[in-house]
């Protein structure tokens, strides 16, 4: 999983903010930090956006979505395939998202 939290530039922040809603966080570094809960492990990435990669379960992607927006974080996580590394599903902050593609959904059923 992939994503990005376009409402800052420092991982510390975004880190506290999830903090505050009971993840786990530490300093990974000077400048990056970890976050983590029982449906998301995820390491903070400073830069313009702050960007994230880790790991999720299913529910975990809406459930990051919506710590996001209540830690006043907008944020985008993106699910790709990890075999053909085939972007999967995307979600936002404002509850928009797009399917997993068919190309997933064809293999998926097979």
Do not use: W
Request: aromatic share 6%.
């Amino acid at each position: 999983m992939y994503g990005f939290v376009p409402t800052g530039t420092r991982a510390e922040p975004v880190a506290k903010a999830l903090h505050g809603l009971g993840r786990r966080s530490r300093k990974a570094s000077f400048t990056a930090c970890e976050v983590e809960h029982t449906s998301a492990e995820l390491y903070l990435t400073p830069g313009e956006p702050v960007s994230f990669s880790g790991r999720c379960t299913a529910p975990g992607v809406d459930l990051l979505i919506a710590a996001l927006a209540r830690a006043g974080r907008a944020g985008t996580v993106e699910v790709y395939d990890p075999d053909t590394g085939e972007l999967r599903h995307q979600v936002r902050a404002d509850g928009t998202s797009t399917p997993p593609s068919p190309a997933t959904e064809r293999r998926r059923n097979s």
